[in-house]
């Protein structure tokens, strides 16, 4: 119901009513937090990093987007998605600037290869943030999906409503990229 709430609401602010932005806020905020915390639990840079700051940053950025015409939730959150990204990835460099090269940050990251099951490998961020822009440049839509469900958070069917394409296309997809970065990031 929720989700059904924020899309509604994403559609009125987009049409300028700005009583449904202030009625939005604390409901994609209070979910942005949600992500964030999560993500930032599984993440080595989580002592350097807290949730309230990526959220603000992101929130910010979100509300200064003029030129979106607002869908739905999933597109909302994927765009949210993009900007964490974004904002991890500027977080790494800079410290990795501010070591000269030293320890980059590590993310973890579940991947599932041909010799077996799930294995959790901890990698670099900016080398992933590297392999997941060849990857989109090669498979899109693979791009898009790492991009919504490990950035964003989003579910296999809100990834998949997101994308206009069926749940079964959205875990291959997943399963497949996921392979594909793992086999990148440890050549």
């Known amino acids: 119901m929720a989700g059904m709430g924020i899309t509604n609401l994403l559609l009125k602010w987009g049409e300028g009513d700005q009583a449904s932005l202030e009625e939005l ?11 964030a915390r999560s993500y930032l639990r ?20 979100l509300v200064d987007q003029h030129q979106v015409t607002w869908q739905n ?14 904002l991890l990835v500027d ?12 320890d980059r940050e590590r993310v973890s990251l579940s991947v599932v ?3 077996g099951p799930r294995v959790e490998q901890q990698i670099d961020l900016l080398a992933l943030d590297e392999a997941l822009d060849r990857l989109t ?3 899109p839509r693979r791009g898009q999906v790492i991009l919504l469900r ?16 069926s749940e079964v296309t959205v875990e291959r997809d997943w399963s497949l990229a996921r392979a594909w970065l793992y ?5």
């Open 113 to 115: 290869d041909d010799r």
């Open 42 to 61: 599984r993440r080595s840079f989580r002592q350097s990093l807290q949730p309230t700051m990526i959220v603000h940053e992101t929130w910010l950025k």
């Open 150 to 165: 490990f950035f964003g958070g989003l579910t296999g069917a809100e990834t998949a409503a997101a994308l206009g394409v």
């Open 183 to 187: 086999n990148e990031l440890t050549l």
């Open 137 to 139: 440049e090669i498979n």
């Open 91 to 102: 977080h790494a460099r800079e410290r990795q600037a501010v070591k000269r090269g030293g």
């Open 73 to 86: 939730r999933a597109q909302f959150f994927g765009l949210a998605a993009k900007i964490m990204r974004d």
């Open 25 to 35: 806020t604390p409901l994609v905020y209070d979910e942005l937090r949600r992500l």
